[in-house]
């Protein structure tokens, strides 16, 4: 391991990177189901410099990538971030990628096995315990930044891509930048409408209007040693999620979301502190309103409420901290609706 931080110290690497693949590869030898930990791209090239990427991938037995990449998200987002996101790769992993204060970014990728994944030398074994990574090798050139999809990831990995786009003009790739936002502008979808949303003033009395959201979100927040956390749910056969729920004709937004907090979770006295905003979600023409509740009492760390939806269902609720990433365990709209929250509640 001296050897990999002294060759990414010689590149310029930040003292950042020299934290994150050292704690990244200690979780990776505390994880019975880690079998490999790669360092690929600039870095394993010997062409970085202080602004590259750190791109890793960990490849796992027994289906454990994704346990893993909750941890490892624990440890990135330690430090503070301008921006982050995450994915699935196929039906088998997971991604997520930050972009730092310090200007230095990492992309993560954590694969269960069998994995179509091959890796293309040179790339650096961080944690091989068995020797798995060089039965994954083939030939072949790395990918091309020319050869990048843009907008692969669509609004989520916006930031990203730009971030890249800063540090191709910063090594003087002024040509690659032009070509890669060309592709980057066809890509993007064209303008809806050019109406500003603005916060409502009268939360308790004011009715959504025709166009307005059709679902109210209510946002519950807490103080932890390590952050703010949320309040959410496990649904028993839809993932992990957030009160929400239909707003009813000539109801208030925080009116609906304090409804669906009594009704979903049992929370009875709260009141509505602060309007998030509207975010629409891209699914089934649902456009939400998020509502920022304070619960009268001090809620529990865990508890189970049975909710009359579809029929009767127990719902798992507990706190999810803030700044950490979704897991697969989510339901996709709600990852995204995380996002949104994350965004509004950022101070600044």
Not at 22 to 50: F, I
Not at 113 to 128: A, H, I
Not at 137 to 151: K, N, Q, V, W
Not at 157 to 186: M, Q
Request: charged share 25%; proline share 7%; hydrophobic share 40%.
């Amino acid at each position: 391991m001296n050897a990999i931080l002294r060759g990414l110290a010689e590149q310029g690497a930040p003292p950042s990177h020299l934290r994150r693949i050292e704690a990244l590869r200690q979780l990776c030898e505390r994880s019975p189901g880690c079998v490999g930990l790669a360092l690929v791209g600039s870095y394993a090239q010997q062409r970085g410099d202080r602004i590259s990427d750190l791109d890793l991938v960990a490849l796992f037995t027994g289906g454990d990538a994704d346990s893993y990449l909750v941890q490892a998200n624990e440890i990135l987002c330690s430090e503070e971030w301008l921006s982050a996101y995450s994915g699935r790769v196929g039906v088998r992993g997971s991604f997520c990628k930050y972009v730092f204060l310090d200007f230095s970014s990492c992309e993560l990728y954590a694969l269960d096995l069998p994995t179509s994944l091959k890796l293309r030398r040179p790339y650096v074994r961080v944690w091989d315990p068995i020797g798995l990574l060089v039965t994954l090798e083939t030939e072949g050139l790395p990918p091309r930044h020319e050869d990048f999809e843009a907008y692969q990831h669509g609004d989520d990995g916006l930031l990203w891509e730009l971030f890249d786009c800063i540090k191709w003009l910063k090594r003087g790739r002024t040509e690659l930048t032009k070509s890669y936002l060309r592709k980057l502008v066809a890509k993007l979808p064209p303008e809806e409408s050019n109406e500003v949303v603005s916060p409502l003033s009268e939360l308790e009395s004011q009715p959504c209007l025709p166009m307005a959201p059709n679902k109210a979100c209510a946002v519950v927040l807490r103080d932890s040693d390590a952050g703010p956390e949320l309040l959410v749910f496990a649904h028993p056969g839809a993932g992990i999620q957030l009160v929400k729920g239909s707003i009813e004709p000539g109801e208030a937004c925080a009116e609906a979301a304090l409804r669906e907090l009594w009704e979903e979770a049992g929370v009875a006295a709260a009141t509505v502190t602060r309007d998030l905003g509207v975010w629409d979600s891209g699914f089934e023409g649902q456009v939400w309103s998020f509502s920022l509740c304070a619960p009268a009492a001090e809620l529990p760390d865990a508890w189970e409420h049975h909710a009359a939806d579809d029929g009767g269902h127990v719902f798992r609720f507990f706190w999810h901290p803030l700044a950490t990433l979704p897991t697969s365990q989510w339901h996709p709209v709600f990852r995204g609706a995380l996002g949104f929250i994350q965004r509004a509640v950022r101070p600044g």
